[in-house]
């Protein structure tokens, strides 16, 4: 009987080390071996949960047999079951329906367990996962079917290895290949939007999952906010803020978070939201930039995935590689920024400059010319480009303002305001020019520059020769009217004697000559009244050069 025994399992063994020699991927492994054991074995139901080192807990890896409400209950066994099993020792039970210390005996009865074996799957002496086997009657191993299926177990531990390990390989090589692809597109482009887009896009596709949002950490608020998303809809989006999040929270001090289970993690909040969104797991890698965290990846799948460490480490690759991306996309915009900044202020001041009604030129401390508003432009008849960068003093050969009298020259010398006056020949005629220059310092209080304002003060120059006239007229009138004050005294005097004098005078002769004086002592007064009226006067040519004045 013994030995009938021992050949029935050795067929198990060779059958069940065959099926696992058949296939690569670990996740096919477990669901061939939970799929074929109780064919094999006698039994009704069997599971395989894997260790998620992250959470220190057991995950649902396959199971065949079994409602899903029971494979979703939260504890697996009684804490004594589970301790010998993290030492890697097995457990068989009976009668597990009748047991009422048990948490989930209720599940238990209503799928009619009776009795389950529990083994550790080992792999170099590490629990790496357990394999439960399950009857609807009671069933008691014997220490031969417990000794079997310890072995079994240990292949299956070493098949499910092998697997990752082959699957990490493979992982690894197109992981690579992926990191090339990504770095290059997201290196190729200094758009913000572009960078964040690809990673979304391309991240999940990469690792067989469903979306992927990238939140950025903002500088003004230390806030993260959604830069970019992929395969979520708009409600999910919306959902509210996840800073209070544990697994953000973990990712924001720089360390990687994987969780299997969304719906069961503390460490997730909303969890409505993302069974409506049909998401199971997720890994949630910091975005680094030199060691500084600016902001979060989550990976999200929509089917219960364990994330392997070669999914991790590609994750927390590509994060800094997009990070890096990220942080130049968003100098490269900051800087863009900058130059329209500075571009429009420069517009602004060229307006403010332009609407200036003297010219106006900046020279540098080398005589260059460094800007000039279009006033001056227009005075010189010359384009922009002509003259920035031309030699302050190649601006006016031909113009009578010698060097030692350029109130530059003389700032640059000084670094104080000067000013100078000089003529101008312009196409209608001659002109008054004014130059005023003032220094603009470094902080060293050295002249950096020297703004130059230039007037034209013909019109000023013609006013104060007006004014000139008017006030030697003036004095020309006001003396007039003093000679004439002065004559007319002696006049009338000398006027009233000689009309006396007419009226006793016998003589005819004498009477004439008397008359001859009155009448040119009347034409004296006729002059001195019009110098007492006069309101102007002008030159004339007299005799040879001389010249008279003809009141007016």
């Not at 910091?286 to 999914?311: A, M, Q």
Request: include cysteine; proline fraction near 2%.
């Amino acid at each position: 009987m013994e030995q009938i025994n021992e050949l029935k399992y050795l067929k198990v063994f060779q059958k069940v080390t065959k099926l696992i020699s058949m296939v690569l991927d670990h996740q096919q492994v477990m669901d061939t071996i939970v799929r074929e054991l109780p064919g094999l074995l006698d039994i009704d139901a069997a599971t395989i949960r894997l260790l998620d080192s992250s959470t220190n807990s057991f995950v649902m890896g396959a199971a065949h047999g079994l409602s899903m409400e029971y494979l979703s209950r939260t504890n697996i066994d009684t804490a004594e079951t589970m301790a010998m099993i993290n030492s890697g020792y097995p457990v068989a039970k009976t009668d597990v329906d009748q047991n009422t210390d048990f948490s989930d005996q209720e599940l238990i009865s209503q799928e009619g367990i009776k009795s389950v074996l529990t083994l550790p799957i080992l792999f170099q002496d590490s629990v790496i996962g357990i394999l439960r086997l399950l009857t609807r009657r009671n069933r008691t191993f014997t220490s031969e079917e417990i000794s079997f299926s310890m072995a079994l177990a240990e292949q299956v531990g070493i098949a499910i290895s092998n697997s990752r390990m082959f699957t990490e390989m493979e992982n690894q090589i197109d992981f690579m290949k992926e990191v090339q692809e990504i770095s290059t597109l997201v290196n190729s482009t200094l758009d913000l939007d572009s960078v964040l887009n690809t990673i979304v896009e391309r991240l999940p596709r990469s690792m067989a999952c469903k979306a992927c949002t990238i939140r950025l950490l903002q500088p003004q608020t230390n806030q993260l906010e959604l830069a970019a998303s992929h395969g979520i809809s708009e409600e999910y989006r919306q959902r509210g803020e996840i800073e209070r999040e544990k697994n953000i929270a973990l990712a924001l001090t720089g360390e990687p978070v994987s969780i299997y289970d969304v719906s069961r993690d503390e460490r997730v909040m909303y969890k409505d939201n993302m069974e409506k969104e049909d998401i199971k797991s997720l890994l949630a890698v910091p975005l680094k930039v030199k060691g500084e965290v600016i902001g979060i990846i989550r990976i999200l799948s929509e089917s219960h995935h364990c994330f392997t460490n070669s999914e991790i480490n590609f994750a927390v690759t590509i994060a800094e590689i997009g990070g890096t991306a990220i942080k130049n996309a968003r100098t490269y915009r900051q800087i863009t920024l900058l130059f329209n900044q500075v571009e429009e202020s420069e517009r602004f001041v060229a307006n403010i400059l332009n609407c200036i009604r003297p010219q106006l030129l900046v020279v540098d401390k080398d005589r260059h010319l460094v800007l000039a508003n279009r006033v001056f432009l227009t005075a010189m008849n010359k384009e922009e480009n002509e003259i920035l960068g031309a030699d302050y003093h190649s601006l006016w050969l031909g113009h009578d303002c010698p060097v030692e009298h350029c109130p530059v020259e003389q700032v640059l010398t000084t670094g104080q305001t000067a000013s100078h006056e000089h003529q101008m020949i312009q196409d209608d005629g001659m002109h008054w020019i004014e130059r005023t220059a003032s220094p603009m310092l470094n902080e060293g209080g050295e002249v950096e520059f020297v703004i130059e304002v230039i007037r034209d003060i013909t019109a000023k120059r013609q006013l104060e020769q007006e004014h000139l006239e008017r006030v030697k007229l003036q004095g020309v009138v006001e003396l007039a009217g003093t000679v004439a004050h002065e004559i007319n005294s002696p006049l009338f005097a000398a006027l009233g004697t000689a009309q006396l004098l007419e009226e006793e005078l016998e003589s005819k002769e004498l009477a004439d000559d008397i008359q001859t004086i009155i009448r040119n002592l009347k034409n004296i007064g006729e002059l001195t009244k019009k110098m007492t009226t006069m309101t102007g006067f002008e030159s004339r040519d007299y005799v040879g050069d001389t010249k008279i004045v003809e009141l007016r």
